[in-house]
């Protein structure tokens, strides 16, 4: 038996951007950021940030472009997926992407924390709204086990 399944919970590092293929079918496309912690050898506390370009489709694209924007915390459940292109010069390029399958918001308060002011509506859309238990996590903080809502 064989899996692809990721989740993430990070920050966007850029406004998702929305567009519809020549059929009519909504996209997303947005980066998130995540970050790890370890010691290092000589006993320093080090950092290390990995980012990860999502793709949305269909409702989610929709309530992505509505709902998030650079610095918002989102959960994302998906499959990664390389796909590859012939670039102007005619090179083959390569590209790995998480596809969301799903996604969480992040909290939502004051005006310039990551989301837009508008309420999602929940009909025939594949997310989970914003959870008010859900913790206020700083991009430089650990993310502990325990601080997880679900």
Not at 21 to 47: E, H, I, L, Y
Not at 100 to 115: A, I, K, T, V, Y
């Amino acid at each position: 038996m064989n899996v692809n399944k990721v989740f993430l919970l990070g920050n966007l590092t850029r406004d998702p951007e929305f567009r519809q293929t020549p059929s009519g079918q909504s996209v997303a496309t947005f980066g998130v950021a995540t970050n790890s912690f370890f010691t290092d050898k000589s006993g320093q506390r080090q950092q290390k940030t990995e980012f990860h370009n999502v793709v949305a489709w269909g409702k989610q694209a929709d309530v992505a472009s509505r709902f998030l924007k650079k610095g918002g915390l989102v959960f994302v459940e998906g499959r990664i997926q390389t796909r590859s292109w012939q670039d102007n010069q005619g090179q083959t390029r390569k590209t790995t992407e998480v596809i969301c399958e799903r996604m969480q918001l992040g909290p939502r308060g004051s005006s310039g924390d990551g989301f837009r002011q508008e309420s999602p509506s929940r009909e025939g859309v594949d997310f989970e709204p914003k959870d008010e238990t859900m913790p206020d996590v700083d991009i430089e903080d650990e993310i502990k086990v325990e601080d997880i809502p679900f």
